[in-house]
């Protein structure tokens, strides 16, 4: 069949679409790539939860991104968020131990005790922690002067008027046995020596081992028994024989133990604190006592001081009754107050639900004045808060018993802060750092009265540059090892003995030794 030719005209329309066809096409084509060069489209922020979790449909987006764009970068708020927490972190953490660890082992010279030569009576006197010193110096006496130390009387005619007998706040039988190897303890004098004529002794203040050999060794040729009237600081923080400041420690940290009713109980406010979190152990000093001794009365109503000066002035055995107030805050002898503490405590960056304990017995002043620390750290725990009435029930009417509790809570804290450098401050710090430098803030008073009276004047506010100045002032007096610091300069006799770091208070070098490296000194840098 023969083809049917298309007319030339047909021809050329068809042609001219094509072309009108193809360059459609090109058209769109390159707007297109114009289009997501010149015109890219908007970023999609995922939602900050979605970044580096998605799930189902999204989840390509993880495995087949190119490296170099697999993590997004944190937001502002999250590089915020992480330098926050390492620094609330850092107010947590424990200074570095740098190596030290107990080394309280006697010598190898060091013998069993021998038969004695007489018996040595001890009546304590202060508070706890001033008692406990005492014991654990006796204990050293003893062995000096080859003595049967009889188990110490308790003071019960000091401020506190606390009835209770040693085996009410320690265990006997666990002090007896422990100090077997070092000097022999008994429970009680021998009857038929009740009656025995005695030789009552004040020892020397501060004393070393000569006078106790020489003067006090010499009564047991006319005397078998030797009294103690007193028994704080009776021994010298300094220049002592190895093995007796190793005795001394031996006493306190393990031998003098806690009555197991007392160590049972404050374990469990320690369990009940810890439920909160990591805890402030604060020594709030601000008690009727402390205040009328020191004669701190800043920020109190005239009715409040003079009540204070009286119960001084009525106070035999306390001897300063003429005291200025403003100088003693002045040169930073006052404890700080709540309002003082809560400013400490916030410009050192700890946040408003940290958890508090109160080692104390009653505030001066009660709730009035404890609101000025609660309305900045609201989660204020004290043992009446911890424990129910029936369970304090057994302690109260007995401030040593209680004090005890306290001891044994702060002891027991991640962080050790006192408002004051009292016997308890000395000895939890002491204590504190015999079990591993665990973290102390010792308030520089001085300095923060000289701040805290700006905020008073006005020339300075609460805020980063309050803060800067004092986490400055506080860098090293947080607990570091360092050697035990020696007399004030330039003082003399008794003073300068009272001028010295207490023994208990920091018992390096004499009871912490850093673990030896082979062919270094193991108190370098110290």
């Not at 800067?468 to 006799?493: A, F, M, N, Y």
Request: aromatic share 8%.
């Amino acid at each position: 069949m023969q083809r049917r030719r298309l007319r030339p005209a047909f021809v050329c329309r068809l042609s001219l679409l094509r072309l009108l066809l193809a360059c459609a096409l090109g058209t769109i084509v390159l707007a297109a790539l114009l289009a997501s060069h010149v015109f890219p489209s908007p970023k999609v922020h995922l939602p900050k939860h979605e970044i580096g979790y998605q799930r189902g449909e999204l989840s390509w987006m993880r495995e087949f991104s190119p490296p170099q764009l697999s993590r997004a970068p944190l937001p502002q708020e999250e590089l915020v968020a992480a330098k926050d927490k390492r620094e609330i972190e850092s107010l947590w953490k424990p200074p570095p131990s740098r190596g030290f660890v107990p080394c309280i082992e006697p010598s190898d010279s060091y013998l069993p005790p021998t038969e004695s030569q007489g018996y040595l009576l001890v009546h304590t006197n202060g508070g706890l922690n001033q008692m406990r010193a005492g014991i654990c110096d006796m204990v050293a006496v003893a062995r000096i002067i080859n003595a049967t130390l009889v188990i110490p009387e308790l003071d019960k005619r000091s401020f506190w008027q606390d009835s209770s007998n040693f085996s009410d706040v320690f265990d006997v039988e666990h002090f007896i046995s422990a100090l077997a190897n070092d000097v022999n303890v008994i429970k009680k004098l021998p009857k038929e020596l009740a009656t025995t004529t005695k030789a009552v002794k004040h020892f020397r203040s501060w004393s070393g081992v000569d006078y106790y050999q020489d003067e006090i060794s010499r009564l047991w040729e006319d005397y078998e028994i030797i009294r103690a009237a007193k028994s704080d600081s009776r021994l010298a923080n300094n220049n002592l024989p190895p093995d007796i400041q190793k005795l001394r420690c031996r006493a306190l940290y393990e031998a003098l133990r806690f009555s197991p009713r007392i160590e049972t109980f404050g374990k469990l406010l320690v369990e009940r604190m810890r439920s909160y979190g990591r805890y402030i152990a604060l020594h709030l000093r601000y008690e009727k006592d402390m205040l009328a001794f020191s004669g701190c009365t800043y920020g109190l109503s005239p009715a409040e001081a003079n009540e204070l000066t009286k119960i001084r002035e009525n106070t035999a055995y306390w001897k300063v009754k003429d005291i200025d107030s403003m100088e003693q805050r002045a040169k930073g002898y006052c404890p700080l107050t709540p309002k003082e503490v809560g400013i400490f405590l916030s410009a050192l960056g700890y946040p408003s639900n940290t958890p508090i304990y109160i080692a104390a017995g009653e505030i001066y002043g009660g709730n009035s004045r404890i609101a000025d620390l609660e309305s900045r750290f609201p989660i204020l725990m004290n043992k009446e808060k911890l424990a129910s009435a029936d369970e304090l029930e057994p302690f109260m009417s007995h401030a040593s018993q209680m004090a005890a509790l306290d001891y044994v809570v702060s002891v027991e804290s991640d962080v050790f802060v006192p408002s004051y450098s009292g016997n308890m401050a000395r000895a939890v710090e002491g204590h504190r750092r015999f079990l591993g430098h665990r973290k102390t803030i010792s308030p520089d008073r001085k300095a923060l009265v000289h701040l805290f009276d700006k905020i008073d004047r006005g020339s300075l506010k609460e805020g980063k540059k309050l803060s800067d100045l004092v986490i400055e002032i506080h860098k090293k007096r947080q607990g570091s090892p360092r050697r035990r610091k020696g007399p004030i300069s330039g003082t003399k006799g008794k003073e300068r003995f009272r001028s010295e770091e207490s023994f208990y208070e920091n018992p390096l070098p004499d009871c912490l030794c850093r673990e030896e490296l082979p062919g270094k000194n193991s108190l370098a840098n110290a």
